[in-house]
């Protein structure tokens, strides 16, 4: 196990080293590299070919390559993973080399790539390269650009990376099944000038969801809707990695939407503009700032800006189911019932039973309920204030002055300077401004006769 301080005191191609294992004896292939940690890994300086600033894959890591007669060559391998979805929680996921999602790849715009791919997975698969200029036969398809690869069977891609941008990469054999098992990765091609659209920090992550059942190890691949695990690459907070910003960096954030519904993201105390889709870099006379963008299934949104305030901002998904657990899907609503008068009857039937959800679910948040195994909670995370209340796709941003611009490491908790947290008003220690005047209610009511306000009959939207 490498452990993340070593991994980052080692920061470096040469740090890989010591998370791999060698997978393929035959000696024309290349070495199959293998991440056995879940947590975010070093950016990895290329060692060789063009230069380029790499990118930093939430909770995830970039794939060595070797450089052969100037060819970069990659070793895929499809194979069944346990993924740590969050501490207390694993799954059997089917990725590549050792993790899912697949390590991100990373090349430069010209470079010719040769990737292998083995196929470790009970059932034939194959790899499409979302979003590259290719020839046809490289494109992943089964049955339309190539046969599918069978089990234990080794094919081989090869294309130049003509296009600069950010792209994706899955499985188009038996996909539904294979996607719902994690099987995807995130492809960087970084431009030949290293100072086109150059960031100080590159993050990127792929959103992902799951269907697995408290209790159990295996996503049901068949789920269209009911998602119960939402995840920034195949993580659930608070098992996701804060992205650690130097005050002032300029920063991109590359997220790819490889689930079945659409994400709104969501940042906290800043602006950005939308400078990349999968489809290229965005003009820069189309931009406009945002502090949310949607995220449509099959797209990639990379968004830009400058870390100009310090703290600790969130950043998550704007759907509130989707910064929800497990544990928080099919609850039924109990706000205002009475569970007092029936707690001693169901505690003759199930003797634990608390009550809950009465006022709200904020108690949740702090309630350390018996779960069944291999589960989280419906939200969790607890911050320097207490219970944060968020699960799934939410993570933190934490700005600081002052970081070595290699440093990744989590700096703890912001500290809030003396007079800058909402307090608790107590009489005397401030004046509460007078209540603004309420509109004259003569002027809100209709005088007979005359049409002010209109009054709108409920209309039943049932069967529209
Ligand atoms: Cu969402």
Redesign the pocket.
């Known amino acids: 196990m490498v452990s993340r301080r070593d991994f980052f005191r080692n920061a470096g191609a040469a740090a890989v080293t010591t998370a791999v294992v060698s997978r393929v004896g035959a000696a024309s292939l290349p070495e199959a590299v293998v991440m056995d940690s879940a947590a975010t890994q070093a950016p990895l300086m290329p060692p060789n070919g063009r230069p380029y600033n790499p990118v930093v894959t939430l909770n995830g890591w970039t794939l060595p390559w070797r450089m052969k007669d100037g060819v970069k060559e990659f070793h895929l391998v499809a194979e069944p993973v346990v993924r740590e979805i969050a501490p207390g929680m694993k799954a059997n996921l089917w990725g590549y080399n050792g993790q899912s999602p697949g390590p991100t790849i990373e090349v430069v715009e010209g470079d010719r790539v040769r990737i292998f791919v083995t196929n470790k997975l009970p059932e034939h698969t194959s790899i499409h390269w979302h979003g590259q200029r290719l020839p046809n036969g490289m494109d992943g398809v089964s049955g339309l650009n190539q046969p599918a690869i069978p089990v234990d069977k080794t094919f081989v891609y090869e294309f130049v990376a003509r296009r600069p941008g950010t792209f994706m990469y899955h499985p188009h054999a038996d996909e539904m099944t294979q996607m719902a098992m994690g099987m995807m990765g995130f492809w960087v091609t970084h431009p030949k000038n290293p100072a086109f659209q150059r960031v100080d920090r590159d993050f990127c992550f792929l959103l992902n969801a799951y269907d697995i059942d408290p209790g159990s190890f295996t996503p049901k691949v068949n789920t269209m809707l009911d998602f119960n695990l939402?995840t920034f690459n195949s993580r659930a907070f608070p098992g996701i990695d804060p992205m650690v910003i130097g005050l002032n960096d300029k920063v991109r954030i590359r997220v790819g939407n490889l689930t079945m519904t659409n994400?709104p993201i969501h940042m906290h105390g800043h602006e950005f503009t939308v400078t990349g889709t999968d489809g290229g870099w965005t003009p820069p006379a189309s931009r406009w700032p945002e502090v949310t963008t949607d995220i449509a299934v099959g797209q990639m949104r990379a968004i830009e800006f400058v870390a100009d305030a310090p703290g600790d901002w969130a950043f998550h998904?704007h759907?509130s189911h989707?910064t929800m657990n497990a544990m928080g899907h099919d609850v039924p609503t109990l706000i205002g019932v009475e569970q007092r008068d029936v707690l001693e009857k169901i505690n003759k039937l199930v003797p634990d039973y608390m009550i809950m959800g009465d006022k709200g679910m904020a108690d949740m948040a702090d309630m350390e309920m018996p779960l069944p195994d291999n589960t989280l909670p419906m939200m969790t995370g607890t911050g320097p204030f207490g219970g944060i209340g968020m699960g799934g796709?939410f993570t933190v941003m934490k700005v600081r002055k002052g970081l070595a611009r290699d440093d990744y490491k989590d700096p703890g908790w912001y500290k809030h300077p003396a007079g800058t947290v909402a307090y608790e008003w107590k009489d005397g220690n401030t004046a509460i401004p007078e209540p603004v005047s309420a509109p004259d209610k003569q002027a809100m009511a209709a005088k007979p006769g005359e049409k002010v306000l209109q009054v709108v009959k409920p209309v039943n939207h049932r069967g529209h």
């Open positions: 939402w994400h998904c759907k989707h796709m």
